[in-house]
């Protein structure tokens, strides 16, 4: 096989996208478009293809990998004057050249595949992509003779009412022997209405030409040739794509309830036999082992690490975390830059404060530990392996909490007599009986045993079941007030 070379065009300007940001940087399923066509060059074995950038090219370039050449096309005066931009890094007019848009995100790999094998199979001087759509408005027409044979392209814009009519679209993507392509541009005139070089004009000038061959590969799935030109067109492609993602998972033994309310990114992995529930949000680079249920309305987020076994239930966020084996966090949660080890189980209602307004600072949480409802840790913050916060409990930054330690209150205090097994652990938050301050939404409970001038009371957010372990730590004494404090009192 001859070399095959790579342009992809991302010059233009993406007018009806009515968008600050440059068409290709615009994302489907987690990254932007023209990763899609830089990937379609790869896989057909091209490492370093030249993208041809002009219209938001500084925000663009940041984007793209170190081993992409890149051009600038200073004017965008059309698809045609876009490859004659990249001549100059070409590095001569042997071989061929792939070239290939990137507002065609939806075309598969074996579509281009396909085109490369029957240009070099048929000799062919230049080969096409086409598709037969119900619908052509907006696509260059293909124009064929009376044998068959191709003739020209012809854009919309210039078309008449017969051509128009033609049914026979150029989806984009073209393998053309170099030289003869460069030959051709250097001789085709910019269109009478937009006064632009188009690319698609070089075929009826090579057409003309003896001894050249043009040939079309017509592309059975049509939704393949989709252009992104406007939102609209935007929201359809995103559509494709996230079906192809969700298909895959499927395929490879993952139950996913409701497909139609389920978005999953690129680059996102499942393990088998995991469920994922209806209205599940699950974004670029995310893992999730085996066996877990996610959902529903789970937010899982970049940066997502998720073992075998683990429940992620409704309304949980997920952000720059690691979870571990067999961890429950199944309710109204936000977890951010966490690290939760094997077996822990997060209440409902829990809160990494990960955001000090500066910075994000990490969360710590050890192997079965059991993080009481509603409680609030302000990172960077240790929970301790087997330590326990009570309901409601606000641990402050840097009071971390022992292993097997038990915290309650705002903010948390350690409760002496609780820590299940006193070890060397420093405790960094002082050990007092003093009462924890009041914290709105917790209802004090006044209990009827009184004795010796004292009464017990108990703190509680939700309602705890009295014999639980827990309601029974967070008992205290205080000392009743002396008769003459109470009569100052009524006065
Ligand atoms: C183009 C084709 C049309 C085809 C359709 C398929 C031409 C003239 N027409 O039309 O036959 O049916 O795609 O979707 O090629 N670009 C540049 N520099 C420019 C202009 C465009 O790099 O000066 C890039 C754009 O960024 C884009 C691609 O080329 O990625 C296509 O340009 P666009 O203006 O979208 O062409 P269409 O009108 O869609
Ligand atoms: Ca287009």
Do not use: W
């Not at 007092?432 to 301050?437: D, F, G, M, Q, S």
């Not at 009827?448 to 004494?477: D, I, N, Q």
């Amino acid at each position: 096989m001859r070399t095959l070379h790579a342009i992809i065009l991302a010059a233009g300007e993406g007018t009806r996208m009515k968008s600050d940001l440059p068409k290709v940087l615009h994302s489907i399923c987690g990254r932007p478009m023209i990763a899609y066509a830089i990937d379609l060059a790869a896989m057909a074995g091209i490492k370093q293809p030249i993208v041809v950038l002009g219209h938001g090219a500084d925000a663009v370039k940041p984007t793209l990998s170190k081993e992409i050449k890149v051009v600038i096309q200073v004017k965008q005066a059309g698809t045609g004057d876009a490859v004659l931009a990249a001549k100059k890094v070409l590095g001569g007019v042997s071989g061929d050249v792939l070239i290939l848009y990137a507002d065609t995100p939806l075309l598969r790999r074996t579509t281009i595949q396909k085109l490369i094998e029957s240009h070099f199979k048929t000799g062919s001087t230049c080969s096409l992509l086409s598709a037969h759509l119900a619908d052509p408005s907006g696509y260059g027409r293909i124009l064929r003779n009376e044998t068959g044979q191709i003739t020209g392209i012809v854009e919309e814009a210039e078309a008449n009412a017969a051509q128009r009519a033609i049914r026979e679209i150029n989806i984009g993507p073209l393998v053309c022997r170099t030289q003869a392509l460069l030959e051709a541009l250097a001789s085709v005139k910019p269109s009478t209405s937009k006064k632009e070089l188009y690319l698609t004009n070089v075929i009826s000038h090579l057409a003309r030409q003896e001894g050249t061959k043009i040939q079309a590969t017509r592309i059975e799935e049509v939704s393949e040739a989709l252009g992104i030109n406007s939102r609209t067109e935007l929201a359809r492609a995103i559509g494709v794509i996230r079906q192809r993602i969700l298909d895959a998972h499927l395929h490879n033994g993952v139950t996913i309830e409701d497909p139609k309310t389920t978005s999953i990114d690129y680059g996102v992995t499942i393990g088998t036999d995991t469920v994922i529930h209806p209205c599940t949000v699950i974004e670029r680079g995310v893992s999730i082992g085996k066996r877990c249920s996610i959902g529903p309305f789970a937010r899982l987020r970049s940066g997502v690490a998720i073992a075998d076994d683990v429940r992620v239930g409704n309304f949980v966020e997920l952000v720059r975390t690691k979870i571990a084996p067999r961890v429950r966090v199944n309710h109204m949660t936000y977890l951010g830059d966490a690290t939760v080890d094997e077996d822990v189980n997060i209440g409902a209602g829990t809160i990494t404060a990960n955001y000090d307004g500066q910075a994000k600072h990490p969360t710590q949480i050890g192997k079965g530990a059991f993080i009481g409802s509603d409680t609030v840790l302000i990172a960077p913050v240790k929970i301790g392996a087997g330590a326990v916060t009570g309901a409601g409990s606000v641990v402050t930054k840097a009071h971390d909490v022992p292993a097997k330690g038990v915290v309650v209150g705002v903010p948390a205090r350690p409760l002496d007599g609780h820590l299940r097994e006193k070890t060397a652990a420093t405790l960094t938050a002082p050990l007092t009986r003093e009462r924890p301050k009041r914290v709105r939404n917790t209802t004090p409970v006044r209990l009827k045993k009184k004795a010796r001038g004292r009464v017990v009371t108990a703190r509680r957010a939700a309602r705890p079941r009295r014999s639980s372990k827990l309601s029974r730590a967070m008992k205290r004494t205080v000392r009743r007030p002396t008769a003459r404090k109470r009569q100052k009192a009524r006065r």
